[in-house]
């Protein structure tokens, strides 16, 4: 019984740090891109920089705090439990790395689209410079965007 409830928990976990990191992300995501699209509103500024730190700070809680609490608690690894946990999490992560898969083939002509708005909105705010601004974000922020599709799931196999 007990060997099930703690197979229990440990699918949980896997679960809980494979969808909690994508959310977590996109909403790290979601508050550069306020900070970036604020202009001189400091309300959106504000919230922007307080989503980048509460889900960076998020991110990482979800990914090692279950670790740091496992190790600091005492708990000994033996070699029958680190296979068993392996392949928890690769079966956790398989569904992920398809996640992956599929919002990058989405993503990448939706990427493609946002650069070319963000040159057009560039072009077209010659005279103001928030829209110069909101422009060169658009930009910037949408390769990134794509790079995280990339990234995401090799880190995730690391946990």
Do not use: C
Not at 25 to 54: E, F, Q
């Amino acid at each position: 019984m007990a060997e099930r409830i703690d197979l229990f928990f440990q699918k949980i976990l896997g679960a809980v740090q494979g969808g909690g990191i994508t959310i977590m992300t996109l909403g790290a995501l979601v508050g550069v891109m306020l900070i970036l699209i604020a202009g001189k509103n400091p309300i959106t500024k504000r919230v922007g920089y307080v989503m980048s730190i509460a889900f960076g700070v998020s991110i990482f809680t979800v990914a090692y705090g279950p670790i740091l609490f496992y190790y600091y608690t005492g708990g000994g690894i033996v070699s029958e439990e680190v296979r068993q946990t392996e392949e928890i999490f690769s079966s956790a992560t398989s569904w992920l790395d398809q996640l992956f898969g599929v919002l990058l083939k989405i993503g990448t002509p939706i990427v493609v689209t946002i650069i070319l708005i963000g040159l057009f909105v560039r072009g077209r705010g010659s005279n103001n410079p928030q829209l110069k601004r909101m422009g060169i974000g658009m930009v910037l922020f949408s390769p990134v965007v794509l790079l995280l599709f990339v990234v995401v799931p090799k880190l995730l196999q690391f946990l």
